[in-house]
């Protein structure tokens, strides 16, 4: 018999590949930045301000059963792409409803609303081509930049002088402005009809992403696209997401039927991605129906941040969304624990989804709070807040 050589001799004098990360641990901890999973129970018994269901539909009843209904009658799964066969007759009969509320041609579903508009950004630029992102822009747009390949230039957040002086100096024959119409981290609304303007008089086509402003913006909820008149109007993109206002989970590209038809031929995340569940179709469905209905909501939920923002001593905001800054990571996260047990959830947001020294509690409004809750959190957070300002949490 002949000797088997030891295929790793030095195996235990190596330095393990990924022990790097210990360290790297440490750093987060000690700057506060540490992150974790907190599983939550069925039925809360918090407060919560710190998702994105806006207009309290995650839990009504009409969505939940349409949930029900899509998973009994579909299945628990797309089981597929949807160019094999994830997509169903759900799916076909929501994309034309969706369309139609937000009063374009056509709309395209995503598994997800990152999906959505990293598939729309890469699949319409490329090599050769240049984007200009906005500074105030989702991580998803700023992944589907990176994804194309494009030339990308960053300007400050909602600055349109900017986009049309890199715009005027391009030498790229194709270029797209990517922007949100309200940023996530405060609520501000873009402007997004002076963008499309610089956009649009230096052949250029704009992509708004409508994730925080469905269900809160524009006529019904429609969004900013709407609220500006800018509806359909040429070389302009809509994105947007079903699991805020629309209660459920997925994203969407709207637009014109052109547009769509790329989308299915061209879009990575799409051709490459098993289908949303049919139950999520299903609940998203319900949900655009009650905000058709019950147009409202929209106005509800912009109330109830007015007064949340006016209670916890914050500015007014344009949106659902109410930002309180702490300044540090530690005592911003240690205000929102505080928070926790004091049973109201609230969201703390930390570099490097801030600007340093700008770490904050993050509310967020939903249409169906009740005038008793919106007094209970305003006393949790403001007293949660004040004291880490202070330092004594």
């Known amino acids: ?52 269901d806006y207009l309290g539909l995650a839990r009504d009843p009409r969505v939940t059963a349409a949930a029900a209904r899509a998973a009994q009658e579909w299945g628990g799964g797309a089981t597929a792409s949807r160019l094999v066969v994830g997509t169903t007759q759900a799916h076909d009969a929501f994309e034309r409803d969706l369309a139609a509320f937000l009063g374009l041609p056509a709309s395209l579903v995503f598994s997800s609303g990152y999906m959505a508009n990293m598939g729309a950004v890469s699949a319409l630029m490329g090599r050769g081509d240049l984007i200009v992102s906005d500074g105030g822009a989702h991580a998803s747009l700023i992944d589907g930049c990176r994804l194309s390949r494009a030339r990308v230039v960053v300007v400050d957040r909602g600055d349109h002088d900017a986009v049309r002086a890199v715009l005027a100096a391009r030498d790229e024959e194709r270029a797209l402005v ?57 070389d302009l993109v809509v994105t947007g997401v079903l699991s805020k206002s629309l209660a459920a989970q997925g ?51 912009r109330e109830v941040a007015r007064r949340l923002a006016a209670a916890c001593g914050g500015d007014a905001p344009d949106s659902a969304v109410v930002s309180l800054i702490v300044g540090e990571p530690g005592p911003a996260l240690a205000a929102s624990l505080r928070c ?5 959830d609230v969201g703390c947001f930390r570099p490097p989804s801030v600007p340093p020294g700008t770490a904050r509690l993050r509310l967020t409004a939903r249409a169906d709070l009740t005038d008793t809750e919106i007094a209970r959190a305003a006393d949790v957070v403001t007293a949660a807040r004040t004291a880490a300002m202070a330092g004594a949490v």
């Open 1 to 52: 018999m002949t000797d088997t050589p030891d295929a790793r001799p030095d195996a235990a004098r190596r330095p393990v590949a990924l022990a790097w990360m210990r360290e790297a641990a440490r750093v987060r901890e000690a700057e506060g930045l540490h992150r974790e999973l907190r599983p939550r129970a069925a039925v809360r018994d918090r407060l919560d301000l710190a998702s994105n």
């Open 178 to 234: 990517v922007t949100d119409s309200v940023y996530s981290i405060d609520g501000a609304v873009a402007p997004i009809r002076e963008l499309y303007a610089a956009a649009r008089d230096h052949g250029a086509a704009l992509l708004v992403d409508e994730a925080h402003a469905i269900g809160v913006r524009g006529p019904g909820g429609r969004g900013v696209v709407a609220e500006v008149g800018l509806t359909g109007a040429p």
């Open 251 to 301: 994203g969407f590209v709207a637009g014109s039927d052109l547009l769509r038809d790329h989308l299915v031929d061209r879009a990575r995340t799409f051709i490459f991605d098993t289908g949303l569940a049919p139950a999520a179709v299903g609940a998203a469905h319900a949900a655009l129906a009650i905000l058709r209905d019950e147009p409202h909501l929209a106005d509800r939920v």
């Open 340 to 344: 926790r047990d004091e049973g109201v």
